[in-house]
């Protein structure tokens, strides 16, 4: 079992910056890919950015640019950086990891983290 836990969301104004941190804890071999989730009212969480293992990257079209997604392998911790924020950013941020145990990769999932941006 893999516990993620999430912090750093808030409510910024149009323009400003943010950055959410997980942290992931408990059994496991290996962590594979770490990446970041968003969710409003009505939609389906879609992927905002994520990185593998052998630190590829990959962003959604809409944050390429603003957004930006590190890694801390030592601390099995993830980062996500937000800047120029828009009012459409505002979702519900939840941590994704992908990680081994006994051989089964699972996927597990933080409780999320509000940002709310202001225009």
């Known amino acids: 079992q893999v516990q993620l836990v999430e912090s750093g969301g808030g409510l910024v104004q149009s323009g400003g910056s943010l950055r959410l941190s997980c942290v992931a804890s408990?059994?496991?071999?290996?962590?594979?890919?770490m990446g970041w989730y968003r969710q409003t009212p009505g939609k389906q969480r879609e992927l905002v950015a994520r990185?593998?293992?052998?630190?590829?990257?990959n962003y959604a079209d809409s944050v390429k640019g603003r957004f930006t997604i590190s890694r801390d392998y030592a601390k099995n911790s993830v980062s996500l950086r937000m800047n120029s924020l828009k009012p459409e950013d505002t979702a519900v941020y939840y941590c994704?990891?992908?990680?081994?145990?006994?051989?089964?990769?699972?996927?597990?999932w933080g409780q999320g983290t509000q940002v709310n941006v202001s225009s």
């Open positions: 994704n990891v992908d990680a081994d145990s006994s051989g089964t990769i699972k996927t597990y």
């Open positions: 990185v593998t293992d052998l630190g590829f990257t």
């Open positions: 408990g059994t496991y071999s290996t962590i594979n890919a």
